[in-house]
Structures are given as structure tokens and as C-alpha cells.
């Protein structure tokens, strides 16, 4: 996908074919995932002082000042100031990838306010489908080293790949029943044949040796008829079924791994995991909550939102330290892992016993990933971990997870089969995310904090 973006922008030029630009003048702007550099848009962006920058800036929550300490920029900061650059420069055509990591949800409602502003053409690639459903008007879905357009939003989309994908398995499973047909009347053909020779040497061992000349005459032509009918009702039915299967093989439907996972779990002996009583919440000296009184059942299903620096990170790991049951049956993934923890990962898992190795791979292919291609590789991708780590506290049976981010360095494929993985979880779960959409269908309860406090409401709470 990112490729592909770079192509749009001119930034890449294709080793095949050409890319077309109408007008072709056409100006391009593309915003990379990367936030790391302070570049001089975004330096232009911070002293103009003419009317469109200081909508931006307005639209987007940016101040000048921020730039003398852009290194301790959150990366949800600098993103504001690099899509808000791009769209200071007026391009004809924004291109954005992955606009709204790190982004809470206070900015990332700025940041869709602010796109729905630009006039332009948008091209965004993007796991936030909250995002995609309010801007865009048109899906590219890559599927199987394609790429086809669809119509509407992300969800208009896929309902609609889903209908076609449902009605040529459809097509696929009566051809299939065509062909079970045709093999069975080739059978009884085949049968009906054997039967009509059986037949004719039985009737020739019971004539009389005077007849012997008729007898063979007559069998002879009875055989030959037989053969005649019947081979050719056989061969029929073999063209018949090789259109058949011709016209199968032309259904190129993909296997999906592990559309549902299974997990042998016991629940939890104590009632209560996690708890936490106290008067403040602190991260040094700074006090991010007062009057903390939460709890994490063992049938609790929690969503922790907050904007960033609000102290959700502070929480969770407050809470871990409250355990109510051993931290080995409570599988804790935090935002990013690292690339060392992503190689031990990887290490850990090829060292597995044989019969846990197994159940984690199984898992590991319900949430999309090749388990053969995945031990040949020398290290797993940051989201091969993730899945490599939610995979071995479900085989290990954790009584609860805690995900910080969870669908971090995840595709939107991906986030959808945890989600499945999740929602079929019958533990704790408690989930840190800013995908509003991902964290509703995992859980029934919001801890928002905000202000200080922490509020507990059920979904759909104002």
C-alpha cells in the first residue's frame, strides 16, 4: 500500500506501466507514516500569519511554541503538524498513510474536521475504519496481489465484497454438487455395464452346445449393444463433467485461516483479578486521578480511553502490580514491544514443547498468520509479534488480558480477526484503545479518564 502511495506522489517511479496524472501538472502531497523529522513546511506552517495557516492551526490545536521542544512531541503531536503542513501547501492531491496513529481521540476529531475541509483529492491508507467511513467515498481493496475499486466507505465496501465473495461460494459449492451428481450416474453407468456382461456369460454357460454358433452370434450382438449404450452414456457424462470442472477451477476462493478460535479455558478461581483503591493516582509528583476505585472482574470487559498523557498507561500498570492471581495467567501487551522482544518472541516459540507449540500455532493461524512461514522466518514483523504474544497467553489460558494498543502495527484484516479472537474470549479483558470501533465490539465497559477522575460507563454512555 505504501508503495503504491509513493507512485501516486511521484516519489517513485514504476519499473512497469506509467502513472497517469490528469492534469499533468497535477500537485501531489504525501504525508508518510514517520513523524520523526521537523521539516521546514512545518516550520512555514508555524510563523505565516496569512488567514489559511491560521485555520489550520486553529482546526488542528497547533502552536508555534511546541516546535522549540518538537523532540518531546508526542508522535500524535507531530502528525497534527505534518498533515496540517500538507494541507497549508494546498495540494491538489493529499496522500496520507496511517494519518491517525497515536492520535487519541479529541485529536483524531480535529484531524477529521480539518480533512473534511480540504477540497482536493484524498487518498488515505488506514486501519481506523471510524476514519475511512467519514471521509472517503471509494474503497481500493489489495486482496490476493490485486487491486480492485469499490464504492462508498470502508464498511459499504466490505459488505459489498462480502455479498459477491458469498455468492461465488455459492456458485462454487453447486458446481461442486453437479459434480457429485454426474460421478454418481457415471457409477451406476458403470455398473449398469458390468451387470450387462455378468449377464451375457451367464446366459452363455446355460445354453446348449448345439447353440454354441447362435449363442455366440446372438451374445456377441446383445454385448455389443450393451457396450454401445452404455459406453456412450458414460462418455457423455464425462464431458459433462469435465465443463464442470473447468468451470470450477475458474473459482480462485481463498482459504481463510482460522475464521473462528477455539480455546480450552477454565475461568479464573477468585472472582476478583485486578483492583485498585486509592486516593490518588500519581505519576511523580503530578497527580493524574483522584478517589481511583476500579476493579477488573473475571468476567469484566473493560475499555480505558482517555486522551494522551491522561495516565491510562499509569493505570494499568498500577493495577498489574494489584494482582489478585499469579502475573504468569495474565498476559499483559503493551504498546510496543521492541525488536529484541520481538526475536525472543519468535526464540520462545520454536523452543515451545510440541504439544503447547501446537495450540499456539493453531491460534496464531485463526488470527491470519502462516505458522510454517512464520518459524522459517529470521525475525517476525512488529505485528507478527503482537499476535505471536496474545496467541501464547490464550494457549497458556490466562485468566485476563491486559492489550495497550492492541492493533498497533496491525492491517485492517488483521484487527478484524482479533476482534473475532477476542469477543469468543471468556476471560477479563481489558483493553487500552483509541480505535473507538475495534474496542466497542470487545468489550461492554468504558473506564474514561479524563479531568482527573475515572469514570465507569457501560457503552453508549454519554
Known amino acids: 500500500k505504501t508503495t503504491l502511495l509513493r507512485l501516486l506522489s511521484g516519489e517513485l517511479d514504476p519499473d512497469e506501466g506509467r502513472v497517469e496524472r490528469r492534469p ?68 491538489q492531491l493529499l496522500i496520507l498513510d496511517e494519518p491517525t496513529n497515536h492520535l487519541d481521540v479529541s485529536a483524531r476529531s480535529r484531524l477529521v474536521e480539518a480533512l473534511l475541509a480540504f477540497g482536493g483529492i484524498g487518498v488515505v491508507v488506514s486501519h481506523d475504519r471510524t476514519l475511512l467511513d467519514a471521509l472517503t467515498s471509494a474503497t481500493l ?50 455398473q449398469k455395464r458390468a451387470e ?56 480462485d476462493l481463498a482459504k481463510e485461516r482460522g475464521r473462528s478460535l477455539f480455546v480450552d479455558w477454565e475461568p479464573a478461581p477468585v472472582a476478583t483479578l485486578l483492583s485498585l483503591d486509592q486516593r490518588e493516582l500519581r505519576a511523580g509528583d503530578r497527580v493524574l486521578a483522584q478517589d481511583v476505585h476500579v476493579r477488573l472482574d473475571r468476567e469484566s470487559r473493560v475499555h480505558l480511553s482517555g486522551d ?38 519468535l526464540a520462545e516459540l520454536r523452543e515451545t514443547p510440541d504439544e503447547l507449540q501446537g495450540r499456539i500455532l493453531a491460534i496464531l493461524a485463526a488470527l491470519g498468520v502462516d505458522p510454517h512461514a512464520l518459524l522459517a522466518s529470521r525475525s517476525p514483523s512488529p505485528g507478527e509479534a503482537r499476535k505471536i504474544a496474545l496467541a501464547g497467553g490464550l494457549a497458556r489460558q490466562a485468566f485476563a488480558l491486559v492489550l495497550d494498543e492492541p492493533t498497533n502495527h496491525l492491517d485492517l484484516p488483521s484487527i478484524e480477526r482479533v476482534e ?37 460507563l457501560g457503552h453508549g454512555s454519554a
Open 141 to 190: 481493496r489489495f486482496h490476493r496481489r490485486e487491486i480492485r475499486l469499490w464504492r462508498g466507505g470502508y464498511a459499504a465496501a466490505r459488505r459489498s465484497w462480502e455479498r459477491e465473495e458469498r455468492e461465488q461460494l455459492d456458485a462454487y459449492r453447486r458446481l461442486q454438487r453437479e459434480k457429485r451428481k454426474l460421478k454418481r450416474r457415471m457409477a451406476d453407468a458403470r
Open 308 to 345: 494522551n498523557g491522561s495516565g491510562k498507561t499509569t493505570l494499568v500498570q498500577a493495577l498489574l502490580a494489584s494482582a489478585h492471581v499469579p502475573v504468569s495467567r495474565i498476559l499483559h501487551l503493551p504498546q510496543e514491544l521492541g525488536a529484541r522482544t520481538e526475536e525472543r518472541l
Open 196 to 251: 450387462a456382461e455378468a449377464y451375457m456369460k451367464r446366459k452363455m454357460r446355460r445354453a446348449s452346445i448345439k447353440d454354441i454358433d447362435t449363442r455366440k452370434r446372438f451374445s456377441a450382438k446383445r454385448r455389443r449393444s450393451a457396450e454401445v449404450s452404455l459406453g456412450w452414456e458414460v462418455h457423455k457424462l464425462h464431458g459433462k463433467l469435465d465443463k464442470v470442472e473447468e468451470r470450477a477451477a475458474l473459482f
Open 24 to 91: 499533468p501538472g497535477l500537485r501531489a502531497r504525501l504525508c508518510p507514516q514517520t513523524v520523526e523529522q521537523l521539516g521546514e513546511d512545518v516550520r512555514k506552517l508555524a510563523v505565516a500569519q496569512e488567514g489559511s495557516a491560521q485555520r489550520v492551526r486553529g482546526r488542528l490545536a497547533l502552536e508555534a511554541a511546541q516546535l522549540e521542544r518538537w523532540p518531546s512531541l508526542s508522535p500524535g503531536e507531530r502528525k497534527r503538524w505534518q498533515v496540517g503542513a500538507a494541507l497549508f501547501d494546498e495540494p
Open 420 to 456: 473475532a479472537a477476542l469477543s469468543d474470549y471468556p476471560g477479563a479483558l481489558l483493553v487500552v484503545s483509541h480505535d473507538e470501533t475495534f474496542a466497542r465490539r470487545c468489550t461492554h465497559t468504558e473506564w474514561r479518564l479524563r479531568a482527573g477522575r475515572i469514570d465507569v
